[in-house]
């Protein structure tokens, strides 16, 4: 019961039915579910892409408060940067299958090095009007996982690439301490 009142939940809820839960009740369940077992490590895969953002904001926050009391370690896979940033100590970006660039949350915002790194950042929204800016659109297709290009996955799209980028997969390459990227701007 301890875990239930934890998540935001009341012992009456356990005599319902799923579809009597709404989202934000049915991700509190999950992470109760999750935490039952004891974990050292969760991975929370997407946890409030079907949220409002009043509703995301509270799962974020459970899971930062819930982190602090139990101890766990944690992967969340997102595609939202504003709810990477907010919830993320350390932050990887994948291209095609391949980590592309690892560093410091604040780091990794300040100052992104891979191409595709800059590219999510820039295409990010801005709310305030006098900050607009045209997004980035990265051009040309993702490639075929089944058939990945030779070098660097990325290079069909790069606006930075190299003749080496086309034949040579990419440097694992420390910029500064502790943030890495895989990428021949920085080999």
Known sequence: ????????????????????FSGGQRQRIGVARALITGPEFIVFDEPTSALDVSVQAQILNLIK????????????????????????????????????????????FEAP???????????????????????????????????????????PRCKEVKAICRKVPPPHVEVTPDHWVNCHLYG
Do not use: N, W
């Open 1 to 20: 019961m301890t875990v239930l009142k934890d998540v935001g939940l009341s012992p009456e809820h356990l005599d319902r039915y799923p579809h009597e």
């Open 65 to 108: 408060e819930l982190q602090k009391k139990y101890q766990y370690a944690y992967l969340f896979i997102s595609h939202d940067l504003a709810v990477v940033r907010h919830i993320s100590t350390r932050i990887a970006v994948m291209y095609l299958g391949s980590i592309v660039e690892t560093a410091p949350g604040k780091r990794f």
């Open 113 to 155: 090095c891979h191409p595709y790194t800059r590219a999510l950042i820039a295409a990010v929204p801005r709310p305030d009007p006098l900050q607009r800016k045209t997004l980035a659109v990265l051009s040309g297709d993702v490639p075929s996982p089944l058939h990945l290009p030779e070098g660097c996955r990325f290079y």
